[in-house]
């Protein structure tokens, strides 16, 4: 392999950060320049040392979110050079590492923009309309205790490896920020799929399709125009035949019940 | 004070039985006159939470992420035990019972541990009807795998992506509560304090981490599922956020701390790459169903691992322990790992590092069935290490994973605090010295589904509770004692920022408290501890405000706490002149360098009460008896 990482020099970039201090505040971009960024940096590590930075040297260091930093909590998300979660392919931001950027490189880095999703801080938005779309359905309603032997239900293997496929989505919201709707589909397809997928979920199918997708709109996320964005920009290469497959569960939903 | 289990009586077969049924009832309707505050949604929370909301109590959840769905539960990769015994091949309620004991080096309870592989199937059961994609045959049926420090395929799993599901199980379970009114959920709100009011736990104090607004919140009940304390050690697997802030606070209001320094050190981590790492990442423990772990032969063996022949590799744990294998347990596979390394035969640039090699599984069962079964983990490595394991060995090192000592908690789950219960990672109950693989998540889910719905109802239907609401002087007072700390760490206004400062105080940590412990070495962090906390108040320099989203005066709380924490996880190995588990006493082990117990002097639970921050803390002992896994040396060869 070229390049190999451990042998390429540290890296001189140019940072250009959305801040803005709160929900009502304008917001802007600011210009940092960040050196000595070894190539074996993750994303969020090159953050954190230019707050280092800026904390010692009186600043205001720049809020972004993030947790297990495994790409699993989908708790962080950046806009990266206009992408969500930035160039590579089923990554999220935590797990994107320097290696993908050239000494010089400017890098402009913004919030998820939607609507529905208000800016907190900085790059930190607000993403509780995701909870409320579970909320509104997104649940087989069982109580603890009420449960029968786990294998008195045989499910077959191909039926439950696409609902494990669309169980993958991790909630970060890089589909809405990436669908020029902003539309919400991409998440909420991923649940109803896959409930639709198992028996469990096949009681509730119905009501779950309609409230669920209501809510969505309630929210002020957008229509899906089949666009694709989402689906290119899922860190967990969620597909978008969930969409489909919500749609087809909405109409069924509609048409048979009244 | 003295320490009483409360293990009810009567054979252990028996005992949670029996001792449901003794337990007071709550009338259906009166449930909704009693608040339950429960801290955390990880899979205790999140499920404890689900649970108390639909017997009907009113519950409140906190938890410090912006969704309950993102607690550090949700990176849990290998699986989650229980005794089906679906593959037929000798597992049982007593078989799981015992290797956790066993697992656990004899350091845990007895009654509690049976109880877990009681209702360990359960669990199972639990999440399937919640439609937790759980791996299948193709004939439909559930499938299993092998884990650590067992010999029967107990464990559960979602691809490697367990923990993600069970906790959106139990967030889907939540959620519906939520929507139901029957829990109130407050996200990015931070417990920092425990409010005890007449000797009992009333409520708690938090911040609201987006305004920065000091709030108290009123219950008959605090449970709390805050997780681990692994952070303290600074680079760990856990997630950055994950603290010891909940447990430390309500420590220090009178909660007993238990067996701070039983810590898992789990052996097959992503070595570290420089002084810019923020966090280790773990490469499940299922990985060693099929890779092999090994180092070269000769000393400084720097060539690359495909020019190493067979006959020069060193296959270290097949050739010391050929009953288990790859697959002995944490705390033994991570000591040979350092073993080696400090032998000077460790791989990588540093030398700190083994491989973990999945060549011999790629040729035996075909790439594609390697995928199948590890395909996330293996993209994961690339993506941090630049390296592809289908084509080189893994670089693997041990690292800080799991506490398995926390908050006291008696076989209610309750701890010294009468209301407090505490659940999940964040008490000590289950897994004495050391954790086996795929038992969190089935402790977490246990004590949240099935432990605490009960114990917690026996709680409030067993006492009379005087109306308390924030307007209470303790609620005040605590409100300004968390005020003033906000303040004290602000002013500060020195010239290290939180993140130097925990750096040192884990390379202190890691170096003598960390996977080998001496006399020597322990006194030494005793005296570096308190050095460092001074330190820290002198020179802590937090960015900003309190009254905004403030992610730097969080960290700063936060290691404040740990700075306190550390010394008394130091303090705790100093006095268990044994070793167990992942405590390890370089003057405690066997002439072949294995972990020896002193059942006689140190079989007991250590139960730390805290005295004031200068003042030493008190030790309290509770006693382990053994009446149904004999003690006996651990073996796995
Ligand atoms: C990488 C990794 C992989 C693992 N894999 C496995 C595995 O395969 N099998 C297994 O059995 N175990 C595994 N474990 C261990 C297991 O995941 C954890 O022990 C378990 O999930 C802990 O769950 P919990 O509910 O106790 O706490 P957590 O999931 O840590 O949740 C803590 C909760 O408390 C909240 N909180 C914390 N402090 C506060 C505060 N002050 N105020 C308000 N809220 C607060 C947080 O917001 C969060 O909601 C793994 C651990 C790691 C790190
Ligand atoms: S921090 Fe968890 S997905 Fe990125």
Sequence with gaps: ????????????????????????????????????????????EMLDELNEHLIKTGGDPVAFDSDCREGICGMCGLVINGQAHGPRRATTTCQLHMRSFNDGDTI????????????????????????????????????????????????????????????????CGACVAACPNASASLFTSAKVSQLALLPQGLVERKERAINMVSQMDLEGFGDCSNYGECEAACPKEISISNIARMKREYVRAALTSA | MTLDAKIPVGPIQEKWDKHRFNMKLVNPANKRKYTIIVVGTGLAGASAAA??????????????????????????????????????????????????????????????????????????????????????????????????????????????????????????????????????MFTRHEMLD??????????????????????????????????????????????????????????????????????????????????????????????????????????????????????????????????????????????AAKQVCDEGRGVGKTGLAVYLDFADAIKRLGRKAIEEKYGNLFEMYERITDENPYNVPMRIFPAIHY???????????????????????????????????????????????????????????????????????????????????????????????????????????????????SEEGLKKALEEIPKLREEFWKSIKVAGTGETLNQNLEEAGRLADYLELAELIARDALNRRESCGGHFREESQTPEGEAKRDDENYSYVAAWEFKGTEEAPELHKESLTFEHVPLTQRSYK
């Design chain 2, 194 to 335: 425990l409010v005890v009011i007449d000797g009992k736990a009333r409520g708690i104090v938090t911040r609201n981490l987006i305004t920065g607004k000091i709030e108290s919140f009123a219950a008959d009940a605090v449970l709390l599922a805050t997780g681990g304390y692994g952070n303290v050690y600074y680079l760990s697997t856990n997630a950055v956020n994950s603290n010891a802030t909940a447990v430390w606070r309500a420590h220090k209001r009178g909660a007993y701390f238990a067996n701070p320094c039983f810590v898992q050190i789990h052996p097959t981590c992503i070595p570290v790459t420089g002084d810019h790492q923020s966090k280790l990442t773990l490469m499940s423990e299922s990985l060693r169903n099929d890779g092999r772990v090994w180092v070269p032969k000769a000393k400084g063996d720097k060539r690359p691992a495909n020019e190493i022949p067979e006959e020069e590799r060193d296959y270290y744990l097949e050739r010391r322990y050929p009953a288990f294998g790859n697959l002995v347990p944490r705390d033994i596979a991570s000591r």
């Design chain 1, 1 to 44: 392999m070229m390049n190999k990482t451990s042998e390429r020099p540290n890296m001189h970039l140019h940072l250009k950060i959305w801040r803005q201090l709160n929900a009502a505040a304008p917001g802007k971009f600011v210009s940092y320049e960040k050196e000595n960024v070894s190539p074996d940096m993750s994303f969020l």
């Design chain 2, 51 to 184: 649970s108390l909301g639909e017997l009907g109590y009113n519950v409140q959840n906190f938890c410090i992420q912006d969704s309950p769905r993102r607690a550090h539960s949700i990176a849990a990769q290998g699986g989650i035990n229980a005794a089906k015994n679906y593959p037929n091949d000798g597992d049982s309620v007593w078989r799981l019972f015992y290797d956790t004991v066993k697992g656990g080096d004899y350091r845990s309870r007895e009654a509690n541990v049976y109880r877990l592989a009681q209702v360990s199937n359960n669990i199972i059961d639990q999440c399937v009807a919640q439609g937790v994609p759980f791996a299948r045959e193709y004939g439909g049926l559930l499938s299993n795998r092998s884990f650590g420090g067992a010999q029967v395929s107990r464990t559960f799993y979602a691809r490697g992506q367990t923990g993600q599901q069970l906790l959106l199980g139990a967030y889907s379970s939540l959620s519906r509560q939520i929507k139901e009114k029957k829990v109130a």
């Design chain 1, 108 to 171: 402009t880095i913004e919030p998820w923009r939607a609507k529905a999703f208000p800016v907190v801080r900085d790059l930190v938005v607000d993403r509780s309309a995701f909870d409320r779309i579970i909320q509104a359905g997104g649940y087989v309603s069982v109580n603890a205790g009420n449960a029968q032997d786990a294998n008195a239900l045989p499910i077959s293997k191909y039926n439950s490896d696409l609902a494990m496929d669309a169980a993958s989505c991790i909630g």
């Design chain 2, 403 to 517: 506490t398995m000592g926390g908050l006291w908690v008696d076989y209610n789950l309750q701890s010294t605090v009468p209301g407090l219960f505490v659940l999940g990672e964040a008490n000590f109950s289950d897994h004495g010295a050391n954790r086996l693989g795929a038992s969190a998540l089935m402790q977490g889910l246990a004590d949240g589904y099935f432990v605490a719905p009960y114990t917690v109802g026996n709680y409030i239907g067993s006492n009379k509770f005087e109306p308390v609401t924030t307007d209470h002087p303790a609620f005040k007072a605590s409100e300004k004692e968390v005020d003033d700390l906000v303040k004290k760490l602000l002013a500060v206004n020195g010239t290290k920022t939180a993140h130097e400062l925990n750096r040192e105080l884990g390379l202190i940590m890691w170096e003598y408290v960390g996977m080998g412990r």
